[in-house]
């Protein structure tokens, strides 16, 4: 079972809360040793003297001015003699504060300034309550005249003292008043501003407010990083800021910072030196969140033994790390010590914080992951419920620790029978996932989006197993409801947020939406020169890269795009009584299976729609292990051979077969997801009727299931055309396609003489800049390309360049390593780059990544005449990351692209037809259907009719 590590804390101030009763006669006893203990001085001298001033000075003001990101919110600091070795504790304190002869010595400025010094010595020493009494009683009696910097860091250390107990309303209060004080009576440049606005980030990303919170973290980094000499604050920003990124999933980026952080720290402390060793443990996390298990495991057990050197067996930070390694053991099957390891977890954290505190459910919530795997399941109900209650109370119901818990708890009821609790609490679950997509989404830049809903996305596919094992009518209409809702969600969201772009007259919005296209269009051509050339010319591709992130971000927010557009719900009712009469819509999914954890192996389903049903049908079509291998091997083998392909319907479609025919199907609209977007449906042979499914059924490819509820635009709309074909590629290694010339030139003449404008874009003409000038310059309805395409699974990383693009960078965006080849790649394939970059010119290839800078918002059709170019990495549930995603994603609506080599003749044949009955203004997937049915009577067999693919209504 992975286990549960993105529960959030903070580290600067951790109090217990502990309730003493002072025993004024121990209290007096006390006193006595104190004062033997510290000198020959009165006790009244040593307070009047100012020795907690003294004693807090020592410290360094870092430790209480800066919150330190962790995983658990379990101990500021760990001196915990800090306040005992002045030889007296809190009974001789309250003592000595009741003692008017001693108070009588202090002016009241003194006795307010003593009273944070010594609040800020007992927060050091895990001593909370008595802390916030101290800070309580000093605001009481603050004096008029307290310096700005007083007010400012006694509210300061309200705000660490509220977040570190759970109170985050009263410590956002406090954090207010401490900015406000700042910015009226100091600066925004002030030390105390930048110590705040640290923590204060950290308070917001507590309460899971992620972009704002990321926003401020950032601005703070910004500037402490401006300075020359490198210290602790530097450090702990970069701890912080890069444990937001940890757990959003921006993974890479995390590790880059944490490295950081600790090169910094390893400057300015010793390696058991308390911030130190919860950077490195931030460090472990995501180790293990990665799979680098035995790395966590190293770093585990050294903290833990310098824990136990250190004699704090019973702090709070040596309870987080036996946590912390409970969860590696479970993901290593070693589960023996794993219930002694929680259990004495859970000890620690009760003396010192009690029961409801995050950090106690935190460590309960997986005792109770651990009993519902692994023991009693009945225990796990009560163990999850007693967490939910305490995350109600802590954190609230709005929290993603709270939702996560019911999740917990829902699978529970699930594993235990009682499957109609789990139903209820699963629809809240999910309920609650959609509100808070719908409020931070539309805040966030793709990457965030991406690696944020890797985050969320398994709560749906735990969902999606637990409702395809019940079957019920109500849980597959709600398990359906729930996909649709996710399918593609990062893809759609991002065609919204263009969408709502374009139609703005907002001329800040369109001019920030220019500037994030130009910096992604000379990001994409950095990423064409080698590491020398960046270094020769100075360039910080980094730091552009994260320009871009921010100005995307920026954007998200402005536009409002999916809180207005995406967020649309679609009941499954809308749905089906879209479909029209004697059609069905036919959605595949791809279900990773779940026991204790989400496995490697999935499941393909499809949920069938058919017009007005009650609920959707579920069928079980296979296992993925034999549908990706050896089924789809066999597929692709029959079709490279031109064989006929006798088995390919069995192991694909024919499981739906008996339902459709109880319906009496024409019409499929098909949904794909995972291997079906490597399949042409049309080109399975029907062994029992020996047709194709082409003759069987009109198909009809959707790229999401709602466009089902659209209706598909008037061929009268396609007005501009731009053509381009037969490259001259500048090398003999490339073959030239003759055959694309006349396809072009045909094509040309066929929308003249019907009335469409066309560019004609051909040999040394038909070059990268020329063309990507064009399409921002015209947006024509219809661009058809016809030259050689390609889609590279892996790269080589000993090469610096792959295909013009840097390895590297290559390695992580597939949207690098889709390309089409036009006049003049030579130099990409030679990695010969420099002359280009020194010409400013193209290189050549049009890549994926440069199509999504294009405004393609008005282009009703993309034709990829070329090989391949329906391929890439395909992501469950979010599709294709290639060519149709990215020709979707600038604004096209339909795409035809090819899923394997293509006969030349063959093609300009189809696209010939295509156009011709698009241009009779029959629509363009009976156009397409139809351009298919034609060209087999020449061609057979599907390897040259069914290679191209229309997506898109």
């Known amino acids: 079972m992975k286990a549960k590590l993105s529960t959030l804390f903070f580290i600067l101030a951790l109090p217990c809360l502990l309730q003493a009763q002072i025993d004024w006669h121990k209290a007096k006893e006390k006193i006595k040793k104190g004062v033997e203990k510290v000198s020959d001085q009165s006790m009244e001298d040593i307070i009047a003297e100012g020795v907690f001033g003294k004693k807090r000075a020592k410290y360094d003001s870092l430790n209480f001015s800066f919150a330190i990101a962790v995983a658990d919110q379990t101990g500021f600091y760990e001196e915990k003699d800090l306040f005992y070795d002045l030889g007296i504790d809190k009974l001789a304190v309250n003592a000595l504060f009741g003692n008017n002869n001693a108070q009588s010595q202090r002016t009241p400025q003194q006795e307010f300034e003593e009273a944070v010094n010594l609040a800020e010595i007992l927060l050091a020493s895990n001593k909370y309550k008595w802390a916030e009494e101290r800070l309580l009683y000093a605001e009481k009696n603050m004096p008029s005249n307290t310096k700005a910097t007083q007010k400012a860091r006694l509210y300061n250390d309200l705000g660490l003292l509220y977040t570190t107990l759970g109170d985050y309303s009263a410590a956002e209060r406090y954090f207010d008043k401490a900015l406000a004080t700042i910015t009226r009576e100091l600066s925004k440049e002030h030390y105390l501003y930048y110590a705040t606005q640290n923590n204060y980030a950290i308070l917001r990303f507590h309460q ?28 702990i920003v970069l701890n912080n800021h890069a444990y937001m990124l940890h757990t959003l999933g921006l993974h890479k980026e995390a590790q880059e910072l944490y490295a950081k952080a600790l090169r910094i720290a390893e400057e300015n402390t010793r390696e058991k030196n308390t911030n130190y060793q919860r950077i490195l443990i931030n460090l472990a996390m995501l ?10 495991a190293i770093l585990y057990e050294n903290a833990i033994k310098i824990k136990e050197k250190q004699g704090k067996k019973r702090h709070p930070d040596y309870a987080h790390l036996l946590t912390l390694y409970a969860a590696l053991q479970l993901q290593l099957d070693n589960i023996a010590n794993v219930k002694k390891l929680l259990t004495e977890a859970l000890d620690i954290y009760e003396r010192k914080f009690g029961k409801e505190h995050p950090a106690y459910a935190t460590a309960l919530e997986q005792l109770g992951c651990f009993q519902l795997f692994y023991g009693d399941k009945q225990e796990a109900i009560a163990s999850l419920n007693e967490v939910l209650n305490i995350r109600e109370k802590t954190q609230g119901k709005q929290h993603p620790a709270y939702n996560q818990t019911k999740e917990w708890l829902a699978i529970a009821y699930w594993k235990n029978g009682m499957t109609d609790k789990a139903a209820s609490i699963y629809e809240e679950v999910i309920g609650w996932n959609a509100d808070f997509i719908g409020k931070f989404f539309n805040s966030m830049s793709t990457i965030e989006r991406e690696r944020y809903w890797q985050q969320m996305r398994p709560t749906y596919l735990r969902f999606f197993n637990f409702a395809f094992e019940q079957k019920s009518p109500e849980l597959l209409r709600k398990a359906y409801e729930a996909w649709v809702s996710t399918k593609g969600i990062l893809l759609r969201t991002s065609e919204s947020i263009r969408t709502r772009i374009a139609k703005t007259q907002d001329p800040d919005l369109l001019n920030l939406y220019d500037e994030w296209t130009q910096k992604k269009e000379r990001l994409a051509y950095y990423y064409t020169l080698s590491k020398s050339e960046l270094k020769e010319q100075k360039i910080d591709i980094e730091a552009l890269e ?26 499954y009712e809308q749905m089906a009584a879209a479909i029209p009469a004697s059609s069905a819509l036919i959605e595949f999914v791809r279900l990773p299976l779940f026991n204790r954890s989400l496995s490697h192996e999935a499941k393909y389903y499809a949920f069938i729609l058919y017009p007005s049903a009650q609920a959707p049908e579920l069928i079980t079509i296979g296992e993925s292990s034999f549908l990706e291998k050896k089924a789809i091997s066999y597929y692709h083998a029959n079709i490279r051979l031109k064989r006929t392909d006798k088995q390919s319907y069995g192991f694909f479609f024919a499981p739906l077969e008996e339902s459709l025919n109880s319906h009496g199907v024409k019409h499929l609209f098909i949904s794909a997801d995972g291997i079906y977007h490597q399949i042409s449906l049309a080109s399975l042979w029907h062994p029992n009727s020996e047709q194709y499914l082409i003759d069987l059924y009109d198909i009809t490819y959707l790229s999401h299931p709602t466009e089902v509820l659209e209706k598909e635009s008037s061929t009268k709309q396609l007005r501009q055309a731009l053509l381009l074909g037969y490259p001259i590629y500048g090398t003999e290694a490339i073959s030239l396609l003759p055959g694309t010339l006349q396809e072009v030139l ?26 990507k000038r064009l399409l921002k310059e015209q947006q024509p309805a219809i661009v058809h390309i016809a030259t050689h395409g390609y889609f590279l699974k892996d790269v080589e990383k000993e090469s610096e360049q792959i295909l013009g693009i840097q390895t590297e960078k290559a390695s992580s965006n597939p949207l690098l390593r889709a390309g089409l080849l036009l006049s003049n790649c030579a130099g990409a394939f030679t990695q010969d780059s420099l002359s280009l970059s020194a010409r400013g010119e193209e290189n050549g290839i049009l890549t994926a990544y440069e199509v999504t800078t294009l405004p393609l918002q008005n282009t009703r059709l993309v034709a990829l005449s070329a090989c391949e170019t329906a391929l890439g990495e395909t992501q469950a549930g979010e ?23 293509v006969d030349d003749a063959a093609t300009k044949d189809l696209f010939i037809r295509f156009y011709g009955y698009l241009l009779q203004e029959q629509s363009p997937h009976t156009a397409f259907r139809n351009a298919q049915k034609n060209i087999r009577k020449q061609y057979p067999h599907p390897y040259y009719w069914a290679a191209f693919v229309l997506i898109g209504r």
Do not use: C, H
């Not at 599709?879 to 080599?901: D, H, N, P, T």
């Open 546 to 571: 994260k320009d871009v992130v921010n100005i995307e971000r920026k954007l998200s927010s402005r536009s409002q795009a999916f809180e207005e557009i995406q967020m649309k719900k679609y009941s």
């Open 746 to 771: 045909s094509l040309n003449q066929l929308f003249k003489q019907s009335g469409i404008q066309s560019v004609l874009l051909s040999k040394e003409e038909a070059n990268e800049g020329n063309l």
């Open 208 to 235: 899971a407010y992620y972009p704002e919170a990321l926003s401020l973290i950032e601005d703070i980094e910004q500037k402490l990083l401006q300075s020359s000499r490198q210290q602790m604050p530097q450090a």
């Open 287 to 296: 180790y293990q969140e990665t799979g680098r298990l035995n790395d966590a």
């Open 879 to 901: 599709g294709v990351y290639g060519f149709q995603r990215a020709f979707r994603e600038a604004g096209a609506q339909s795409i035809a692209m090819s899923l394997w080599k």
